[in-house]
């Protein structure tokens, strides 16, 4: 019987990219798969383009109603919503490393017998991502944090840089890129130093291509080597441009996954303080801002792409922005996507050997586990305690 896999529209703002594309739907129809596309108003590929390499298309948001069997990919989190979940969903899910509202993300699968098999967790046989944006939102990144230096010096403090949308090819990218770099160093005398912290993976490697190919030559490009004594860094703050890549995407920065124990922050309020400071930009790429790890503890919220600058509260010139937008790869949806989708397929191919296909076994085995580590809710309790009672039976209710 035919796998069907079941492409969801995406419901984040401003979010163009999709796990499948019109290419890779075809070599899984190719396949044996059966695939079904949700209708979308957003996504970078047109409706058509799936019809004509034989999708069906569906309507959007029909997800929920799919037969049980169907497995949902997609891309960002879900609605919010509080329905039970029961189907398998392939998907950023963003709820097994703390963040804020794990619990009731995560909950809503076990309630409705569903799964999360997590894409950010999805590893070879060597520990590496299966797939990944990371070059992609490491160029994004890098792009606008060249855009913000260069605004910054073109216009006062109390404008602030205007929104972003994405762009059709990388070309038309690069073109307004060197066009703010221009500016910016006509009014600087010269173009920004950049750090990239996290430089040997693909979110770095996508960073210093962007700096390369606008020009920009002054980068320090920063690795485990470099951050193994612990910061605050002096160096970042004595930069102008600092893009954060590597903590929670590559494993050669931090040695693992994710970050999952503290580790001293890059930089503070104590040094912003430095009267040494240049330090007018930081794009956190990593993105994980309610991570109570998160080593760049001076901003609490995510900026979009309405609004891709938050400023941070420091004493003296220059000021200081953040960008911490949590879908960069947007800004390049159709080159991202393809590259994404491209690198997931050979997993894909496997679904329908799962229950023996190493990368599927072990996420099936880390959502079993994450799930573990759910709080019981009230619910939940009283459940287990009337069980318990109707068995005659003595057991712990856990969470007690």
Same mark, same amino acid.
């Given at each position: 019987m035919a796998v069907t896999l079941h492409l969801r529209s995406e419901c984040k703002p401003l979010?163009?990219?999709?796990?499948?594309?019109?290419?890779?739907?075809?070599?899984?129809?190719?396949?044996?798969?059966?695939?079904?596309?949700?209708r979308s108003p957003m996504r970078v590929f047109e409706d058509r383009e799936f019809e004509e390499v034989g999708a069906t298309l *569906?309507?959007?948001?029909?997800?929920? %109603?799919?037969?049980? $069997?169907?497995?949902?990919?997609? =891309?960002?989190?879900?609605? #919010?919503?509080?329905?039970?979940?029961?189907?398998?969903?392939?998907?950023?899910?963003?709820?097994?490393?703390?963040?804020?509202?794990?619990?009731?993300?995560?909950?809503?699968?076990?309630?409705?017998?569903?799964?999360?098999?997590d894409l950010e967790f999805?590893?070879?046989?060597?520990g590496r991502r299966v797939a990944a944006f990371g070059y992609h939102a490491g160029y994004a990144g890098a792009a606008l944090a060249v855009e913000a230096w260069a605004w910054q010096l073109t216009?006062?403090?109390?404008?602030?840089?205007?929104? *972003?949308?994405?762009?059709?090819?990388? %070309?038309?990218?690069? $073109?307004?890129?060197?066009?703010? =770099?221009?500016?910016?160093? #006509?009014?600087?005398?010269?173009?920004?130093?950049?750090?990239?912290?996290?430089?040997?993976?693909?979110?770095?490697?996508?960073?210093i291509d962007l700096c390369n190919g606008v020009g920009i030559e002054d980068i320090l490009p920063w690795d485990l080597d470099e951050t193994k004594k612990g910061g605050p860094f002096v160096e970042i703050v004595e930069s102008d441009i600092t893009t954060v890549v590597g903590w929670a995407d590559v494993s050669s920065f931090v040695n693992c996954i994710y970050l999952d124990k503290e580790i001293p922050p890059f930089i503070n309020n104590e040094t912003l303080a430095s009267p040494g400071r240049k330090l007018s930009v930081v794009c956190d790429v990593s993105c994980d801002t309610t991570n109570p790890h998160n080593p760049v503890p001076v901003y609490t919220e995510n900026s979009t792409f309405d609004k891709p600058c938050l400023p941070v509260q420091v004493e003296g010139p220059p000021p200081l922005s953040v960008i911490s937008i949590d879908h960069l790869p947007s800004l390049l949806p159709r080159e991202a996507s393809e590259a994404f989708s491209r690198s997931l397929l050979p997993s894909l191919l496997q679904l329908p050997q799962r229950s023996s296909s190493r990368v599927w076994q072990q996420a099936t085995q880390l959502f079993n586990d994450k799930v573990l580590t759910l709080p019981k809710s009230p619910k939940a309790k009283s459940i287990l305690q009337t069980q318990s009672y109707i068995k005659g039976l003595s057991v712990p209710v856990p969470g007690k």
């Open positions: 979010e163009h990219r999709s796990a499948l594309t019109p290419t890779t739907a075809k070599q899984l129809l190719d396949a044996g798969f059966s695939v079904k596309v949700e *569906v309507p959007e948001g029909s997800w929920p %109603d799919a037969p049980t $069997d169907n497995i949902i990919v997609g =891309l960002k989190e879900l609605p #919010e919503d509080s329905f039970a979940l029961k189907h398998t969903h392939v998907q950023f899910a963003h709820c097994y490393k703390g963040q804020n509202g794990w619990e009731e993300v995560l909950r809503r699968f076990p309630q409705g017998g569903g799964t999360l098999l999805l590893q070879d046989d060597i216009h006062p403090p109390s404008e602030a840089m205007p929104g *972003v949308s994405s762009y059709p090819n990388q %070309d038309l990218l690069l $073109d307004d890129v060197r066009a703010a =770099l221009a500016k910016g160093e #006509e009014k600087a005398g010269r173009r920004p130093r950049v750090i990239v912290i996290g430089a040997l993976g693909r979110c770095g490697r996508g960073a």
